[in-house]
């Protein structure tokens, strides 16, 4: 029985983003599709829910897995766990490591610094394996993490969308992870028993948005239908009740 109501779990996550893939137009015929993978719980659901996906649906899209890693931040990936998975699901498997001068820019945060030139190097990686789609493991609480964090320090009403072109339409973002939870993920990860990397960027708990992790978690303690609330909002604006720009 638990077996079952498990495996029933994982075929209602891969909907869910088949359904997001779906309302958004993430994906379609022939794309090549290039998912950023971490080490973490996020990018790995994103990879097998993806790769599942084509069993279901009459067309065809490749996919492969790329890693940057940044030298003496961020944790060492398995990189023989990740080849054999990738080999399982049919997908290739790209690793590159660079080196980041944190003390050219003092002015800047650590976290700041580090995810621009990751994304910098991952953005080239794109481009040289000819991919249209870029795939990211934000899920729902990352966009209103973002969401907030915009609010509270720019003073704007943005945050992380479905799809985001990118340098005049080479290539576009994509996020099919995006109407599912963290905890949804993360109970995703947990039933597989894919392997996490346990250790932690020594900067992660100090940032803005670790702050708005703990907002967002008061709301919905306050209302346990806040956050699929707040996320709704974001595509459900009266502009006649807000001011005038």
């Given at each position: 029985m638990a077996a079952t109501k498990e495996s029933n779990y994982l075929l209602r996550i891969q909907k869910t983003v088949g359904l997001a893939v779906n309302r958004y137009g993430l994906i379609g015929a022939g794309d090549r599709i290039a998912?950023?993978?971490?080490?973490?719980?996020?990018?790995?659901?994103?990879?097998?829910?993806?790769?599942?996906?084509?069993?279901?649906?009459?067309?065809?899209?490749?996919?492969?897995?790329?890693?940057?890693?940044?030298?003496?931040i961020t944790p060492e990936l398995d990189r023989d766990y990740y080849a054999g998975f990738c080999n399982d699901l049919d997908i290739s498997f790209h690793y590159r490591s660079i080196e980041v001068d944190l003390t050219r820019d003092p002015g800047k945060t650590v976290c700041f610094v580090c995810a621009w030139h990751r994304r910098r190097e991952l953005f080239n990686i794109v481009k040289e394996l000819g991919c249209n789609r870029l795939a990211l493991g934000h899920h729902m609480d990352d966009a209103l993490e973002t969401l907030f964090l915009n609010m509270t320090f720019n003073?704007?009403?943005?945050?992380?969308?479905?799809?985001?072109?990118?340098?005049?339409?080479?290539?576009?973002?994509?996020?099919?992870?995006?109407?599912?939870?963290?905890?949804?993920?993360?109970?995703?990860?947990?039933?597989?028993?894919?392997?996490?990397?346990?250790?932690?960027?020594?900067?992660?708990?100090?940032?803005?948005?670790?702050?708005?992790?703990?907002?967002?978690?008061?709301l919905a303690h306050m209302n346990r239908k806040a956050k699929k609330n707040i996320f709704a909002a974001m595509s459900n604006i009266h502009r006649e009740y807000l001011p005038p720009e």
């Open positions: 998912v950023g993978i971490s080490g973490g719980k996020d990018s790995i659901v994103l990879l097998e829910a993806l790769a599942l996906r084509r069993k279901w649906i009459p067309i065809h899209y490749e996919i492969c897995a790329v890693h940057i890693n940044v030298k003496n003073g704007s009403l943005s945050s992380m969308p479905p799809m985001l072109s990118m340098f005049d339409g080479e290539f576009d973002i994509i996020r099919p992870l995006i109407l599912l939870s963290e905890k949804q993920v993360e109970r995703y990860a947990r039933i597989r028993k894919f392997q996490i990397g346990t250790s932690r960027c020594p900067h992660g708990d100090k940032t803005r948005r670790a702050d708005m992790k703990r907002v967002i978690g008061e």
